[in-house]
Each structure stands twice: as C-alpha cells, then as structure tokens.
C-alpha cells in the first residue's frame, strides 16, 4: 500500500487515483436518485414526498457511519505511514466492529418508534403509510448502509480505489433492477423502494468483509484491539464528516415543513429533487476529497513536506476548476433533471425548475469547503474540520433558511444554501490561510 497512497503523485497521478473514489461517490448518489425516479414514475410525487421525510433517519446512519470511516481512516493511514502496520490494523477491525453495533442499535429503536418517528418527521395523514413503509425496510439494511461506509473508505485507505468503484458499480446496478423488479412487475411499493436500495449496499458491505478476511495486504482483519481512545479520537477526527450528514438531516427537515406550508406536498416534492440533484453534482467534490485525503495522512504521518505542498497546490486547482464546470452544468441541465421526475407544464415542474435554477449557484462556492473539511480531517485536526463542516451543512443554512423566506418568500428557500455556502468559503479560505505553516501544505 506504500505504494499507492505513499507515492509521489503529479496531477495525473493524482487525478488517476481519485477518480474510482470520484465515480464511487457519483455512482453512491445515484442510489437515492434512483429510488426517486423510480419511486416517482410507478407511485407518483405524494411517495417521493414521503421518501424525503424520512430521509433523516438515512442521514443520521450515514453520518455515522461515515463518522467512524473517515476519522477511523485518518487514524489508521496515519499510523501506516509511521509503519504501526499491526497496530493499523488491530485498529481497523475495532472500528467495524463499533460500526456493526452501532448499527444494529439504530435498526432496533428505529422499528419500535417507528410511526412516532415519521410523525415527528412532519409526516402528513396522507404521506404517513408510505412514510412508514419506506423507513422499516430502510431501517432492517442498517448494518449494510453502515458496513459501505466503512468499506469503501478503507479500500482507498488500502490502496484499492478501483475495487471500491467495482462493487460500488455493482451495488447501483442491483438498486436499479431491483426498483424495477420491486416497483413495477412485482408491485411491492415503497417497502421495495427500500428494500432495492438495501440490497444495493449489500454487495460493497460483502465484499468488504471477504476482501478483509480474505486477502493478504498493509490492511486487513486482525485480533481488535477494543480501545475508547481510540474510538474518540476516530469519532472525533470524523466529527465533521458526521456533522455534515446530521446537518443535512436536520436542514432537510426545516426545508420540508417551511415548503409544506408554502406549497404543500409538491413543495416537498420539488426539494426533494433539488436535493437529488445536489447529490449528484456535489458527488465530485466529495469523491475527489475522500480520495485524496489518505494521501494527506500519510504523507503527515511521515513528515513529507514537500509532497503535502505539491498535493495541495494540485488539489485548489482541481477544485476551483470544477466548481465553474459543475455551476455551468447545472444550469444547462436544470430541464433535464427536473422533467425525470415530474412531467414538463405541470405545477411541480415549474416550482422546481426555478428552485433548481437558484439552487444551483451553491456548487460555485461549496467545493472549497469540502475539500478543506476533509483535508483538516486527513491532518486529525477535527475541531477545524468540524467548525467548517459545522458553519456549511448548518449555522450558516439555518440563519439563512429561517430568515430569507420571509423576506423572499420561497424563493428564499432556494436562495438559503447558496448564501450559506457563499459566506463558509470565506471561512474556509481564512482557515487555510492560518494553518498552512503549522501543516506545511503551503
């Protein structure tokens, strides 16, 4: 593995080994897009109202999840860079084991507050049943959903990107057909819309565990060292990670009852597009920083200044072209993505396309942010991390949410996360500028 993420990488280089994480993270977000396309065309836009209303449980097991991957990950490429390699991977097994329970947790109270949960969620009489349907399946594939987390970030974190992209691949491809199978001929409703999307994480979650059982290399299974200092530190080197999956919960939630009262179920409907379509264009972003980010731990962990410098330089340029490429490409594709899943002329599409359209100008601004929340991660630092993570996905969107629509109406809906995101890149920037002594990326 030393020879993968503790190589000395140019652009092309680089860009070679973030792309599996790039495309893993773009195909990962197809998982939900697929659902609600699905889920739209066969049971209608009152279904995909009620997918999003307890998309918040969802969140709250990837934030998790993702939690333990990303912060456990910075931990144990670290130490591999120091060459604790038997330490790594004692390490690693603990950590998924923790992920394990802490999933099994979730599933458990999830079903026995199931209807309370949808409620509190702002399910309405009409959007209930499904709501409910949709969530206890959702809530059965917990450890698989927590299980993928981890997984395909230690495959880069093992200097295997490109078979984290397989199974991820594979994993899409089960979702689609199945919501297919589940949605159409078989006629299962929105328990198959969760069921398909289970089954979908099921083939990187086995694959982990055959891979790390099976196969030989710097990291695999080993005897777990049970450690809660090292727990903590895992959680909170990833506490950005989770803060952002939490946040979005919550945002998702004040979105869904401020558009329930300005425009009742096909508001919610119309977020729940535009967040499809932030999904899929902020997927690059994500990637690219996930990938890249086991670089940066090594490359700390083993005092290498000059490639943490080179790295970085390629990383701001990388990220601040494809802000413009992905702003660019959502307005040009906006009619697109809307008409997939509600008809052109009708009431919904005419709400969304505008939302969309404003919406959009948040990926001018958002790509520096995650990268530099990842990157202070990958250093360990998580209370830089977590503050950037923090101000993005919620302080900044929570002032604007709860303000800009009294004074823009929907409109400030809309408007709210790019504001939020405008104003997290100053403070990013600021806090690249302070650190870039004390980690020699500048």
Not at 224 to 251: D, Q, Y
Request: hydrophobic share 50%; proline share 3%.
């Amino acid at each position: 593995m030393s020879h993968s993420i503790g190589q000395d990488f140019r652009f092309r280089s680089l860009l070679q080994f973030t792309l599996p994480t790039i495309v893993m993270m773009v195909f990962l977000s197809l998982y939900s897009i697929v659902d609600g396309v699905f889920i739209a065309r066969f049971l209608g836009s009152n279904s995909l109202s009620a997918q999003n209303i307890v998309w918040p449980v969802g969140s709250l097991e990837l934030a998790l999840g993702i939690m333990l991957a990303s912060g456990g990950s910075a931990v144990v490429a670290r130490k591999l860079g120091e060459g604790s390699r038997e330490e790594a991977r004692r390490d690693y097994t603990f950590l998924v084991l923790a992920a394990i329970v802490t999933s099994l947790l979730i599933m458990l109270l999830g079903n026995l507050f199931l209807e309370p949960v949808c409620r509190m969620l702002g399910a309405t009489d009409l959007l209930l049943q499904d709501a409910k349907d949709y969530l206890q399946v959702m809530l059965y594939f917990a450890p698989a959903q927590m299980l993928q987390c981890m997984f395909q970030t230690f495959f880069v974190t093992a200097g295997r990107p490109g078979l984290g992209l397989a199974v991820t691949v594979m994993g899409g491809i089960t979702n689609g057909v199945c919501d297919y199978l589940f949605m159409g001929p078989l006629q299962c409703g929105m328990r198959g819309a969760a069921a398909a999307t289970g089954l979908g994480q099921c083939i990187p979650s086995v694959a982990g565990l055959v891979y790390f059982s099976l196969i030989k290399g710097d990291l695999q299974f080993s005897r777990p060292r049970a450690a809660g200092r090292l727990l903590l530190e895992a959680c909170f080197n990833g506490s950005s990670e989770m803060v952002t999956n939490l946040s979005n919960a919550v945002i998702t939630f004040l979105f869904n009852i401020i558009l329930l009262d300005l425009a009742g179920e096909d508001g919610v409907a119309a977020i729940t597009v535009i967040l499809y379509g932030q999904f899929l264009f902020s997927a690059v972003f994500f990637g690219f920083s996930q990938g890249v980010a086991p670089v940066f731990s090594f490359n700390y962990g083993s005092g290498n200044a000059v490639r943490t410098k080179r790295i970085f330089r390629i990383c701001m340029g990388f990220i601040l072209s494809v802000s413009v490429v992905m702003l660019v490409l959502a307005l040009r594709l906006a009619p697109v993505v809307v008409s997939i899943f509600t008809p052109r002329g009708s009431s919904p599409f005419a709400i969304t396309l505008r939302g969309f359209y404003l919406f959009s100008f948040s990926y001018l601004f958002s790509g520096v942010s995650v990268f530099a929340s990842s990157m202070f991660t990958a250093f360990s630092d998580g209370r830089t991390s977590a503050i950037i993570s923090f101000a993005r996905t919620f302080g900044f969107i929570l002032i604007s949410v709860l303000t800009l629509p009294h004074f823009l109406g929907i409109d400030g809906v809309w408007l709210s996360v790019p504001a939020a995101e405008a104003v997290t890149l100053l403070l990013s920037a600021w806090f690249l500028r302070r650190y870039r002594s004390k980690y020699h990326y500048a």
